[in-house]
């Protein structure tokens, strides 16, 4: 007898509560983090003596443009729903699940690729693969919801989630617009400099990340190609405050905004690496410690410079005890970022491309404050 491989639909009835939550939820929050930072960017511009003329077109054109997006965006959502439930197909095999849906490709995982199980109680399973865009969303409102749920936890422990995806996004989308916002405005070369480059890596990232996401609609990922107009306008504005600048401000401007990523973007990198390697789930194996280990020693080492940084800016010593200070602090620190990088190198899991640049970047600080102190 021939065994028939289950497929679970989504269920009639939880559309209409699915299209309510969009509505009261999801709406609201895109075009608040559209109309913030528009707004941001007419303080700016009254501020830096643009004309109100000029401030009161652009305000019109983004009134019009919300205007536009709250009219028109329910009937595209509606569109989406009933392709969605009409289309949405979840396979379970007896060693993969398969999702198939109309203007998505089909995704395929694996029992053995499944990483981690994340429920949002009340909204969606997050079945995530090798990587996090290699992950099936199984909404609630599908059939035999109890039956899946009981198939996905034998193969790893489900964890409760209370932040949904779509609301990451929508953070990260806005910080993104406010950052661009400030960067078209600013005029000092310390701020546009690292803004603009910060922006293109953004920007190219992003990109990418759409483009080779399984779970973005094609036409989503054909509208991603605008993003490199963004970009240009962020390579101009480096461009246009670089050349403003006089060859020999140039050098130090330019040199001051090197350094100061070099030392402080550690913190950042090391922050993000933590909180990375606490979301992998137990059991962890020696090579995950690993990073955890590089990790310890990194952030050690990043104390360790914020620390001298700060007594030699407020204690006034005098340049034999700073150069004393560095040395001493360059035969603790810079051991301790070398031995994070080689343990990013042995190490395997979520943090360790991090916790490498991390390491090297302070190591690198290190060195030069060893040859120029």
Known sequence: MTHLVPHYRLLAAARAAEEKRIRSSYLPSLVLSLAV?????????????????????????MVAFITCLVVGYPRRMKRGLDRCWETYDLEIGPNYLLRRQAGLTDLRLQFDEVKSVEHVSGRYL???????????AIPVGIDHFDQ??????????????????WQKYRIFTGTALLLFMIMLWATSPVVVIPLSMVMC???????????????ISVSAKRIVWCYWLFFVMCVLKLF??????QSGKASTIIGTTVAEILVFSPSFLLALGWLRW???????????????????????????????????QFAHLGHPNEHRLAIAGVRVGCPLSVFSVLAAA????????????????LALVWIIAFFYA
């Open 126 to 136: 997050h079945v995530i693969g090798k990587t996090r865009n290699r992950a099936i």
């Open 148 to 165: 899946v749920l009981e198939t996905l936890s034998s193969l790893r422990p489900i964890r409760l989630r209370t932040i949904e995806q």
């Open 240 to 245: 246009v405050t670089v050349s403003g600048l």
């Open 37 to 61: 930072p528009a707004a941001v960017f007419t303080v700016l511009g009254i501020r830096h003596g643009a004309t109100p003329k000029s401030m009161i077109e652009y305000g019109l054109i």
């Open 201 to 215: 890596s953004i920007i190219v990232w992003v990109f990418f990340w759409i483009r080779r996401n399984p779970n």
């Open 346 to 361: 042995a190490g395997k899991g979520r943090g360790r491309a991090i916790v490498w640049v991390a390491g090297g970047s």
């Open 278 to 312: 606490w979301r992998v789930p137990p059991p962890r194996s020696w090579r995950n410690y690993a990073i955890a280990w590089a990790l310890a020693t990194a952030s050690i080492s990043a104390l360790c410079l914020y620390g001298i940084l700060l007594f030699v």
